[in-house]
């Protein structure tokens, strides 16, 4: 089992900035997609950023050039930098994490949310 605990949520002004935090514990592997999602209300839960093997790897298109992901493999952390914060931006957001070696298994962090007011 992988433990997921989120952080640094909280309510932003349009164009602040917020930094999430994840820590993972328990059986991490060196393999792995660690990353974040989220779902605001009433949508579907969607990618957000992700991290291979502790390289950032994708964004979703609507925050590229806004949010930033970055991983320390050995404190077993990511991050989700979030600038120039939109209404659009408000909802859960979820950390992931997926081992990609046997038992393949998929991950997620309680949530925390986030609020940008219009």
């Known amino acids: 089992q992988v433990q997921l605990v989120e952080s640094g949520g909280g309510l932003v002004q349009p164009g602040g900035s917020l930094r999430l935090s994840c820590s993972a514990s328990?059986?991490?592997?060196?393999?792995?997609?660690m990353g974040w999602y989220r779902q605001a209300p009433e949508k579907q839960r969607e990618k957000v950023a992700m991290?291979?093997?502790?390289?950032?790897?994708s964004y979703a298109e609507s925050v590229k050039g806004r949010f930033t992901v970055s991983g320390d493999s050995v404190k077993k952390m990511a991050y989700l930098q979030m600038n120039s914060l939109k209404p659009e931006d408000t909802g859960i957001y979820y950390c992931?994490?997926?081992?990609?070696?046997?038992?393949?298994?998929?991950?997620w962090g309680p949530g925390t949310q986030v609020t940008v007011p219009t």
């Open positions: 992931y994490y997926y081992t990609r070696v046997p038992p393949f298994r998929e991950y």
């Open positions: 328990g059986r991490t592997t060196s393999l792995n997609d």
């Open positions: 991290l291979r093997n502790g390289i950032a790897s």
